[in-house]
T-cell receptor
C-alpha cells in the first residue's frame, strides 16, 4: 500500500537531547512537509522541501533542522535549542511542486514528550 | 502575512443536530481545503474549493466558498457519532502559501 510512515508513534526524551523523527513516503511525491500540532493551535509549518537536496523554512523553523537526501525520506531533528518541543509532529507530502493547491497526504504522526 | 481564522473552537451537539464551522481569511484566497482529523488520528483531506461562490456536497457535508474568496464554511446535516473529530480549513494565497485554521473540535452526544 502506498502511504506515509512516521516512526516512532510515541517518543520520550530528556531535555537537552536532540531527537530525530522519521518520515518516509512511497507515493513518489516531490514535496514533503513537517507540521507541529499543539492543542487549539491547528497545524503550524516547520519546514518543507520541494525537491531532493533543497528545503525551506516554514513559520516556526527555529530549533529544528531537516534533510532531504532521498526523495522518499524527510527526517526532522528537534534540537535542544527548541524551547518547547513537546508536541504532536505530522509529516505530509504532495504530488507536485509548490504548496498548493495539492491535497496533502499526512502520516500518522509522532507524539514527542520532552521532560 | 496571510492568516486563517476558524470558529468556533469547540462545538458539542446532540446526535441529529446540524453543525457548522466557519473559516475566514484576512486576504483573498486562491483556494481552500478542508480536512478532518479523528481523535488520535491524522488529518485527512475532504475537499478543495477553488471558484468564487462554489458549493460542493459530500453526502451530509456541504462546503461553501465565499463570493469574495475570503471565507468558507462546512455544514454537516444531522450529525452522527461518526462525525466526531476536528475539522480544519487550509487556505492558500496566490503564492500557494497554505495556512491552516486552528480547527473546530466537534463532539456528538448519542
Amino acid at each position: 500500500d502506498g502511504g506515509i510512515t512516521q516512526s516512532p508513534k510515541y517518543l520520550f526524551r530528556k531535555e537537552g537531547q536532540n531527537v530525530t523523527l522519521s518520515c518516509e513516503q512511497n507515493l513518489n511525491h516531490d514535496a514533503m512537509y513537517w507540521y507541529r500540532q499543539d492543542p487549539g493551535q491547528g497545524l503550524r509549518l516547520i519546514y518543507y522541501s520541494q525537491i531532493v537536496n533543497d528545503f525551506q523554512k516554514g513559520d516556526i523553523a527555529e530549533g529544528y533542522s531537516v534533510s532531504r537526501e532521498k526523495k522518499e525520506s524527510f527526517p526532522l531533528t528537534v534540537t535542544s535549542a527548541q524551547k518547547n518541543p513537546t508536541a504532536f509532529y505530522l509529516c505530509a507530502s504532495t504530488p507536485g511542486l509548490g504548496r498548493g493547491p495539492y491535497e496533502q497526504y499526512f502520516g500518522p504522526g509522532t507524539r514527542l514528550t520532552v521532560t | 502575512g496571510q492568516q486563517v481564522m476558524q470558529i468556533p473552537q469547540y462545538q458539542h451537539v446532540q446526535e441529529g443536530e446540524d453543525f457548522t464551522t466557519y473559516c475566514n481569511s484576512s486576504t483573498t484566497l486562491s483556494n481552500i481545503q478542508w480536512y478532518k482529523q479523528r481523535p488520535g488520528g491524522h488529518p485527512v483531506f475532504l475537499i478543495q474549493l477553488v471558484k468564487s461562490g462554489e458549493v460542493k456536497k459530500q453526502k451530509r457535508l456541504t462546503f461553501q466558498f465565499g463570493e469574495a474568496k475570503k471565507n468558507s464554511s462546512l455544514h454537516i446535516t444531522a450529525t452522527q457519532t461518526t462525525d466526531v473529530g476536528t475539522y480544519f480549513c487550509a487556505g492558500s494565497g496566490n503564492n500557494n502559501d497554505m495556512r491552516f485554521g486552528a480547527g473546530t473540535r466537534l463532539t456528538v452526544k448519542p
